[in-house]
């Protein structure tokens, strides 16, 4: 488990839902290493890389549910190649699961661009926002 204030974090996942109509039910999050990560895209979506995240959405209606594994590993290797600290890619990351929840998508460079806009919007008000710059460089 990261070094998270787990309290802070989930009353911040539960505001940021709510902005969307949504509110957090059974949403688990996962933390796992990159050969961890790297069976779990093998196995259940067919690609053969790492990713920083994967996400099942069992959510119904208003309703968020789901399972977000994060790949600790591949976090910390993008907070260093994006030149921020561990803690606030862990964040970038963490409310990116819960956007995905929320009916957002990254598909498409407009997506794209809309999910990033939407992270630094939420990230301005998480438990790391203290000393987050925000800038264009994570996903």
């Known amino acids: 488990m990261p070094d998270i204030d787990q309290a802070s974090t989930t009353e911040w996942l539960r505001r940021v839902a709510k902005g969307y109509?949504?509110?957090?039910?059974?949403?688990?999050?996962?933390?796992?290493?990159?050969?961890?990560?790297?069976?779990?895209?093998?196995?259940?979506?067919?690609?053969?890389?790492?990713?920083?995240?994967?996400?099942?959405?069992?959510?119904?209606?208003?309703a968020l549910a789901g399972d977000i594994y994060i790949s600790l590993d591949t976090v910390?290797?993008?907070?260093?190649?994006?030149?921020?600290?561990?803690?606030?890619?862990?964040?970038?990351?963490?409310?990116?699961?819960?956007?995905?929840?929320?009916?957002?998508?990254?598909?498409?460079?407009?997506?794209?661009?809309?999910m990033h806009q939407a992270e630094d919007q939420a990230l301005r008000t998480s438990p790391a926002a203290d000393n987050y710059e925000f800038m264009n460089s994570s996903l």
Request: with cysteine; proline share 1%.
């Open 21 to 62: 109509g949504k509110v957090v039910g059974d949403v688990n999050y996962i933390f796992v290493d990159d050969p961890t990560m790297l069976s779990i895209n093998r196995r259940f979506l067919g690609h053969d890389y790492f990713t920083d995240h994967i996400g099942f959405d069992y959510s119904e209606g208003n």
């Open 76 to 114: 910390r290797s993008n907070a260093s190649l994006f030149g921020v600290n561990f803690l606030q890619e862990l964040h970038r990351i963490i409310v990116h699961g819960m956007l995905h929840l929320c009916g957002l998508q990254d598909k498409t460079e407009a997506e794209r661009q809309h």
